[in-house]
């Protein structure tokens, strides 16, 4: 359970950064909807893999760096998908939240 909230905490965090990148670029006004479904996103990108620590079978602090670039890159891909690649810098980021948030999660929760 530890593992699961701090991971999804870390999403919400590194979400607040999307949408202060993504408002600097695409800007604030009118976007309201696109910004919060890139803080959602990373939302559920730390649920998610506050729950896949949970259910791997081979157990090793190791990883992380995969299990975070793998579900980083499924959930981005998703929004990515969803949104027509609107932002290509946030599907880097995402990539990028999802090493942070399972690095995180794999220190602090497990």
């Known amino acids: 359970m530890k ?6 905490i870390t999403g919400g965090l590194l979400g607040i950064l999307c ?4 408002g600097l670029r695409l800007g604030f006004s009118g976007n309201w909807l696109f910004l919060f479904s890139m803080w959602y996103n990373r939302v559920l990108m ?8 949970s259910f791997m079978i081979v157990k090793s602090k190791k990883n992380f760096y995969l299990r975070g670039l793998f579900f980083g890159l499924i959930v981005t891909s998703a929004h990515g998908l969803s949104t027509g690649f609107r932002d290509i810098p946030s ?12 690095y995180i999660a794999t220190k602090y929760g497990d």
């Open 3 to 8: 593992r699961i909230l701090i991971s999804t």
């Open 91 to 102: 599907f880097f980021a995402g990539l990028f939240y999802g090493l942070i948030i399972d």
């Open 19 to 22: 949408i202060v990148g993504v």
């Open 46 to 53: 730390g649920l998610l893999i506050g729950f896949a620590g």
